[in-house]
């Protein structure tokens, strides 16, 4: 199963929370994301790899919040 998922550079500017692009990705490690338009993140965009994400890089984006998600990461 994928671990690492890099998505630099993208032009990505949201992620809609009713079709969750990383439900799937059950074992995912590392994700990349620095670079793009994105604004905010769906509060529940990780739940099922939160157990096993170990990074990731929201660098260089337009964050106006941050959700509470990453309080459970850390």
Do not use: A, Y
Request: with cysteine; charged share 20%.
């Amino acid at each position: 199963s994928l671990i690492e998922l890099s998505l630099q550079n993208c032009n990505l500017s949201s992620f809609v929370s009713t079709n969750n692009p990383f439900e799937s990705l059950l074992h995912l490690q590392r994700l990349k994301l620095s670079s793009n338009h994105l604004t905010e993140l769906p509060e529940n965009f990780l739940d099922k790899s939160s157990h096993s994400l170990i990074s990731i890089d929201l660098q260089r984006n337009r964050f106006r919040t941050i959700p509470t998600l990453f309080g459970r990461i850390v």
